[in-house]
């Protein structure tokens, strides 16, 4: 196993195009979270899904950010219309309920 | 609301000198914090956990409720010590969610 998968590693897109970010956690874990990471910020929660169940939301993420885990293994983050403020990484991690471990993260730049 | 700050932006050290990363939270119920470090061009990874109370790397961390804080030590830094440290409160409570302070990059000078 090769820990958390994230795809792509980097995404460049103009403002008000829509993007999408996958997230492959460790096989067995039913705990995955996604995080948004800006310059000099520490990791700040967006979401969080136990299994296929999204169970939380921050007020991070506005009605434009749509986060799934169809079949409770992969998830993806959508971003509709993006803005300039969209600029950061995107962390994902899994957990069976202990430890986080995180990937490689996707950095967005919106041109 | 829960909260967690590292005052420190950066520390600098020369190796052997001894190295502690400041951490104080805020939360109203029972925390559980957790020290993570990244290390240049690699992913964020847990260090240690105030639970476990074990020691990694040479490095502790005591939980001291009284002062809200859980500083991160290490009697002789090492160059490979040096990284990005984020101090992180589970505020989810089983759920996970946590919450990170900004970070103190640690640089060690040989």
């Known amino acids: 196993d090769t820990g958390v998968s994230q795809n792509p590693r980097h995404k460049i897109t103009k403002r008000g195009q829509n993007v999408t970010f996958r997230c492959d956690p460790i096989s067995e874990h039913n705990r995955l979270y996604w995080y948004r990471q800006t310059l000099g910020q520490g990791p700040e929660f967006l979401t969080y899904f136990q299994n296929e169940a999204q169970l939380e939301k921050s007020r991070l993420l506005s009605d434009r950010f749509s986060a799934e885990r169809p079949k409770g293994s992969f998830s993806t983050l959508e971003i509709q219309r993006t803005e300039q403020g969209d600029s950061a990484m995107y962390l994902c991690?899994?957990?069976?309920?202990?430890?986080?471990?995180f990937g490689d993260g996707t950095r967005l730049s919106i041109l | 609301a829960q909260r967690v700050t590292q005052p420190e932006k950066l520390l600098s050290v020369f190796k052997g000198a001894p190295v502690e990363l400041k951490c104080n939270y805020s939360?109203?119920?029972?925390?559980?914090l957790f020290w993570y470090v990244q290390y240049s061009r690699q992913r964020l990874q847990l260090l240690l956990r105030h639970i476990s109370r074990e020691s990694i790397k040479g490095f502790t961390a005591d939980l001291n409720k009284g002062e809200t804080s859980f500083h991160l030590k290490k009697p002789f830094a090492q160059e490979e010590d040096s990284a990005m440290y984020y101090c992180?409160?589970?505020?989810?409570?089983?759920?996970?969610?946590?919450?990170f302070g900004k970070g103190t990059k640690l640089s060690v000078k040989p």
């Open positions: 992180a409160l589970n505020y989810g409570g089983s759920q996970g969610n946590l919450i």
């Open positions: 939360y109203s119920g029972s925390p559980e």
């Open positions: 991690a899994s957990s069976l309920g202990g430890e986080q471990h």
